[in-house]
Every structure is written in structure tokens, then in C-alpha cells.
């Protein structure tokens, strides 16, 4: 049996003093749900992970995860912000290959497996993001181009490393767009690509992988997503800077 995961990513939102009001209102809000059951992970910019890192709970509420991380170690790479900075700041996870940021600033799949490899290194859990273009679902490509993206991001690491690695699937259709994955179409992708890490690394690691799904997933959409049998919970955007409806999808997530 596994536990859901509801990631909000909150890409590059909010000023300080807004995140602030946010990470209140949701610390509030979790705080009222005696019997959470799902994990929850909370993905602010650079800027604010401390907001959210520098509590410390009777019962953990949340954990933390960065947007993104440098492929390096250290050292002169201006601007870059490595997993080992991250996970001196008690950041445990890491979205890795966002379709943003395979469009916007050319990631390309050999960069994203060194970006995995230093999170693992360090402890981290990437969270792994694939899904395809519109064009490639049109013209039937989608499971291929997903397995491309599985296979060379990932599949070069060993068994354990391999264990820390969440998978989220976001069509790229789907994100920002209004426009969900239908629940048959989440399940069909989840199952591919369950049964891909099924066929490389067996039937344990297979069982327990998360693959969360991700792309205009809201408060009205979560269940008939959610309870699909390989989906694991979500990657949420645009709903995660509410925290009412990021907290419903929680709740809903714990439910099933
Ligand atoms: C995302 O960017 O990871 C995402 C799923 O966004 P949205 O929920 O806004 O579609």
C-alpha cells in the first residue's frame, strides 16, 4: 500500500511577505487535520524555502523540496544553487526536468541525469518530471517519448539510488491549460510507466515507486485522478498558491 504525495510547486510566485501569508494559512490549516495521510510537499522558490524549513513539529506537517538544483557540486557557477546547499538547509526533495525548464532554459535529458545523480548523492529525492507535447499525443508518440524521457533520466542509476526518485507525470497539455489528463489517460501513462520500472528494476521497487500526477489538477479534479490505481498523488501548480483548495486536494488525497 502507498501512501499519497500532494507536491506543490509554486514556481516563480509570490512576493515575501505573500509566501508569508500562504505558509500561515497553510501551516493553520494542516494543523487542523488530526489524521493527515498523505505526504505532503511544499516546493516555494529559492528565496522562501527557510520560511518553510525553520519550524519544528510534534508531528511533521510537511516536507520541503526545491524547484530546481544545479548539476554540480560547487564552485564557480554563478547563479546556480546545488543540492548540497539544499540539503543544509534541511530541503529534502527536488522537482528535476519541469517541462519549464526543459523548454525555457534547455534542459536536455544528460543534464537532468547529473542534476538526479548529485541529488541522490546527497540524499535527495528528485522528483522527476516527463509527459509529452500535445503534438506527440495527437500523432500517438506520447508512451514513446515518455519512455525516453524515464529511460535516460533515470535508468542509469542503481536500485537503491533509484528508490529515492519520485516520478511525476505532467502532460505538457495539461499544465497551466485548464485542461486535465482524463483519469483513463493518467492511469494508462502511470501504468506504463510502472510497469517500464517494473521490467528494469523488479517487482519490489516497482511496487513501491510514487508517480505522481501533475497538470491543472484542482480541488474538483483530484479524486477521480487520484484514485486511479498507479497514480500516487499529485504535483500541483496553480492550486497550490491557494491554500484552501491545496489543502482540499491534501484531504482528498488521504482519503482514498
Ligand atoms: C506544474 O507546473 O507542475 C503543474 C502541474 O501546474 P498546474 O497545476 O498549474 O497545471
Redesign the pocket.
Known amino acids: 500500500m502507498r501512501n499519497k504525495i500532494v507536491a506543490g510547486?509554486w514556481?516563480m510566485n509570490l512576493s515575501f511577505n505573500e509566501a508569508q501569508e500562504l505558509v500561515d494559512e497553510l501551516l493553520d490549516r494542516l494543523e487542523e487535520q488530526e489524521d493527515l495521510k498523505c505526504e505532503v510537499i511544499l516546493c516555494p522558490p529559492f528565496p522562501y524555502l527557510e520560511l518553510l524549513t525553520d519550524f519544528e513539529f510534534d508531528v511533521q506537517l510537511y516536507n520541503v523540496g526545491a524547484q530546481n538544483c544545479a548539476a554540480y557540486e560547487k564552485g564557480a557557477y554563478t547563479g546556480e544553487v546545488s543540492p548540497s546547499m539544499l540539503k543544509s538547509l534541511d530541503v529534502d526533495y527536488c522537482?528535476v526536468g519541469?517541462?519549464?525548464r526543459r523548454k525555457y532554459f534547455n534542459e536536455t535529458d544528460a543534464m537532468l541525469a547529473e542534476k538526479v545523480n548529485r541529488l541522490v548523492e546527497n540524499e535527495m529525492s528528485p522528483i522527476f518530471?516527463v509527459g509529452e507535447l500535445l503534438e506527440e499525443r495527437e500523432s500517438n508518440r506520447h508512451l514513446e517519448v515518455v519512455r525516453q524521457q524515464v529511460e535516460q533520466g533515470l535508468f542509469h542509476l542503481n536500485a537503491e539510488a533509484f528508490g529515492k526518485v519520485l516520478i511525476?507525470y505532467?502532460p505538457v497539455w495539461?499544465?497551466?491549460?485548464?485542461k486535465?489528463a482524463t483519469p483513463d489517460q493518467a492511469q494508462e501513462m502511470h501504468a506504463f510507466i510502472r510497469d517500464l520500472v517494473r521490467k528494469k528494476y523488479g517487482d519490489k521497487v516497482a511496487d513501491k515507486i510514487r508517480i505522481l500526477y501533475?497538470?491543472?489538477?484542482?480541488a474538483g479534479n483530484a479524486t477521480a485522478v487520484f484514485s486511479q490505481p498507479d497514480v500516487d498523488g499529485?504535483?500541483?501548480?496553480?492550486?497550490?498558491l491557494k491554500a484552501e483548495d491545496f489543502v482540499s486536494i491534501c484531504i482528498q488525497a488521504s482519503q482514498l
Open positions: 510547486n514556481k522537482i519541469h517541462s519549464e518530471c511525476a505532467e495539461a499544465i497551466g491549460t485548464g486535465t501533475g497538470g491543472s489538477c484542482n499529485g504535483l500541483i501548480g496553480g492550486a497550490s
